[in-house]
């Protein structure tokens, strides 16, 4: 499973882009998206997934 960005709660504060160690989120048009592709939600990395960490909007980035 892959994690998502709610377009409504996203600030575009790029947070989530530099932290994602998979290169998954990026932007696009005037939202960040991510990559369900490339998201793994940071198995590997790290315990949690650094988007939903480090993002400042609550419930913003969650499981897909």
């Known amino acids: 499973m892959a994690y ?8 575009v504060c790029g947070a989530c882009e530099f932290e994602c160690p998979n ?3 990026s932007l696009k048009g005037d ?6 592709q ?8 790290c315990d949690t997934p650094q988007c939903a960490v480090v993002c400042p909007m609550e419930g913003t980035c969650v499981p897909a």
Do not use: F, L, M, R
């Open 23 to 25: 290169g998954a989120i």
């Open 31 to 36: 939202v960040y998206v991510v990559d369900p």
């Open 4 to 11: 998502k960005i709610v377009a409504s709660q996203c600030s």
């Open 38 to 45: 490339k998201c793994t939600e940071c198995e590997g990395h």
